[in-house]
């Protein structure tokens, strides 16, 4: 069997041992005579998978009682127009921080919903983001219905190390390519989102986290499918869900537990990001890191070589040695290591050895 260091952006890497177990329950789910995406999703062994994935969210992140956990459909970009609809009302707008492509969509989704949006920062030069702005650079509007930010850039590496402080007013995070990587006080926020892609599934799946006050006074009068209310109401089985997608995050937070938590991952994870860091700050600028470095990401490591030539021939010559998805957004150029929980610190190790290589021979 060949397993490839894999340092894609998302859909990422998912650890080994939560491939193995779903491979070995895949035909005969616990004794059911059938793999868990076979069963009805009113039954008995599925909702016991929904509720267990549900707990492991709450008991991860220590999730008290005043906030509901959901589990939807459409990934991060449908919640980009779910929030705007259902927490912008009487009259208000909501305030966006804006660190890169994702902030940005989600503001555009916000000003199509209700054309009440309002940019409280924007770290942008020429479309390029090399920073999350400092707490004085937020221009607050204090009767803002919520403020909202992109804790971690994915595709422009860089990450809130500290959280925005607004006050009375609720905090959003889009937390796609962040939670589940270290501990952070939910408390601080009104709602968090993101994908499961990054850190803790497949794609299909996406998980919000919201505050019991925004839920009552969330609107009423929109679509089904697009209330925060319906959904919580059914427990997120108000249609059928991606049953087999929360039955693989199930599995991934099960073995984030078993390692000990996020109190161990984050350590894993700072060791990683401080190898390749240290690797590109000590190659006499062969490569060069964009990014402020208060602004780096742990997770998304964005690097650039002396050419675009050059680039082109890291990644093509990185995946013969087999290490693959190390290729910029498409946007930004350079190179990306996205270096998320399933990446192993030797695969890290293994990415250092060719960039070692690959400067003594270009
Ligand atoms: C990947 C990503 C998204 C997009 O998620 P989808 O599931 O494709 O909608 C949004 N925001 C951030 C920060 C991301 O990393």
Redesign the pocket.
């Known amino acids: 069997m060949a397993r490839i260091h894999n340092f894609n952006a ?1 859909p990422a890497a998912l650890p080994l041992a939560v491939l193995e177990r779903a491979q070995s329950e895949m035909l005969d789910y616990r004794g059911s005579g059938m793999s868990i995406m076979e069963h009805s999703h009113r039954g008995r062994t599925y909702d016991e998978v929904h509720r267990r994935a549900i707990a492991l969210v709450r008991e991860l992140l220590d999730v008290g009682d005043s906030y509901e956990v959901l589990l939807l459909q459409g ?3 449908l919640q980009f127009a779910m929030l705007p609809m259902n927490l912008v009302h009487d009259g208000r707008s909501a305030d966006y921080i804006i660190t890169g492509a ?1 902030s940005e969509k989600a503001y555009q989704e916000a000003q199509r919903a209700h054309r009440r949006a309002r940019i409280a920062a924007d770290t942008g030069v020429d479309n390029v983001f090399s920073r999350v702005p400092k707490q004085e650079e937020l221009q607050l509007d204090p009767d803002a219905a919520y403020v909202h930010f ?1 804790s ?3 595709i422009f590496g860089t990450q809130f190390h500290e959280f925005p402080d607004t006050g009375s007013v609720p905090l959003i995070a ?1 937390m ?2 962040d939670f589940f990587w270290r501990p952070f006080d939910i408390n601080r926020f009104g709602l968090v989102y993101g ?1 499961a ?2 850190n803790i599934g497949p ?1 299909g799946l ?1 998980l919000v986290i919201i505050r019991k006050d925004l839920l009552e006074t969330a609107r009423k009068d929109l679509p089904s499918i697009l209330q925060y209310g319906i959904h919580s109401s059914k427990n997120s089985l108000y249609n059928t869900p991606n049953s087999f997608g929360i039955y693989m995050m199930m599995c991934a937070l099960e073995h984030l537990s078993e390692l000990g938590g996020l109190d161990v991952i984050e350590r894993r994870n700072q060791g990683k990001a401080e190898l390749l860091y240290d690797a590109i700050d000590t190659s006499d600028d062969f490569y060069r890191c964009p990014v402020d470095t208060a602004s780096r990401s742990t997770m998304n490591v964005v690097f650039r070589l002396p050419s675009e030539d050059l680039e082109q021939r890291f990644v093509a010559k990185a995946l013969e040695k087999g290490l693959t998805g190390l290729k910029g957004h498409r946007s930004v150029g350079g190179i990306r290591a996205s270096i998320y929980n399933a990446v192993e610190r030797r695969s890290v190790e293994a990415l250092l050895g060719f960039m070692d290589d690959f400067k003594k021979t270009a």
């Open positions: 998302g990934g991060a970009s994702w992109t971690n850039n994915t889009d796609s390519s994908g892609q990054k794609s996406a």
